[in-house]
């Protein structure tokens, strides 16, 4: 039975600074209006996360693609999570450099390989033969992220925010879930948080919903906080409730957690809660694009 769509897409929870509230606004709904004329268009809901995905992978707003935080060695390296909630599969790549869009990458991890996740050297070596150019790490670099990693040097409570994400469910009631991040500012080389981890960076099951997070993830990835979102929609919690629930959780005294997430449950539902000062976000409303930070 055909069904209406829905679109829910995040750039990024933390401590967002005012001169960047602007370009994280616009950011976001060109993003959703991207994904919302795909959607109306019918194009399957793991295209339109991987699509709106790139988008923001694109601008340099986010840290994500284009844009994204520095290692401690002064490199950037990408985690990228896609998963389709018809099948439960799902693609993704860690600690890959020199690449532009990551989730795409990730998408042909899932579609053109018998694994779910590949790393490293070996995910790099993947892209190489899926025709995937190998850019020079200027091109992704940006000025701002430069001053910031300096100042992450002798700073070390300076935060990061930016990752990406997006959640959507088509006219046939498929859900999917991506996210993309550059990781956290000043992470050490050859770490990877919560982001390429199904169940923590990002969940979807037709028969729950989806949901796509960001944060620190370290803490994220101590509540596996996408998939136990999912749980708690599972349970007949709407995809605001299991949103705010997931939160409490990660806020907890226990797990002292950061970060937010957004969600889309099986009616349809969009939802989104953190415990960050922001979190960029885009939805669609009553067919009208709402984007907030
Ligand atoms: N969750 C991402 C990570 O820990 C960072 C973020 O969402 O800001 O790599």
Known sequence: MPTFPSLIVHGGAGNIPKEEHAGHLNGVRLAAELGWKLLL?????????????R????????DAGRGSHLNSAGHI??????????????????????????????????????????????????????GFPRLAEENLLVGRELERWKAAQHDLSSDGHGTVGAVARDS??????????????????????DSPL????AYADNLSGGASATGVGESLMKIV????????????????????????????????????LITVDSRGNTGFAYNTPCMS?????????????
Request: some cysteine.
């Open 41 to 53: 268009d019918g194009r399957p809901a793991l295209d339109v996360v991987e699509q709106v995905v």
């Open 225 to 260: 906080i996408s998939k136990t979102a999912c749980d708690l929609m599972h349970a007949g919690l709407n995809a605001q409730e299991a949103a705010e629930k997931a939160v409490e959780l990660l806020s907890s005294e226990r797990v002292k957690g950061s970060g937010g």
């Open 172 to 193: 046939a009631g498929n859900i999917a879930a991506a996210t993309s991040t550059g990781g956290t500012l000043n992470k050490l080389s050859g770490r990877v948080g």
């Open 77 to 130: 390296e990408l985690d990228a999570l896609i998963m389709d909630g018809a099948t439960l599969n799902s693609g993704a790549v860690a600690a890959v450099q020199c690449i532009g869009n990551p989730i795409s990458l990730a998408r042909l991890v899932m579609d053109k390989t018998r694994h779910s996740l590949l790393v490293g050297i070996g995910a790099q070596a993947f892209a190489e033969k899926m």
């Open 55 to 62: 988008l923001l992978e694109d601008d340099p707003t986010y």
């Open 281 to 293: 976000r885009a939805q669609v409303k009553d067919g009208q694009i709402v984007a907030s930070v």
């Open 198 to 201: 199904i169940g923590s960076g």
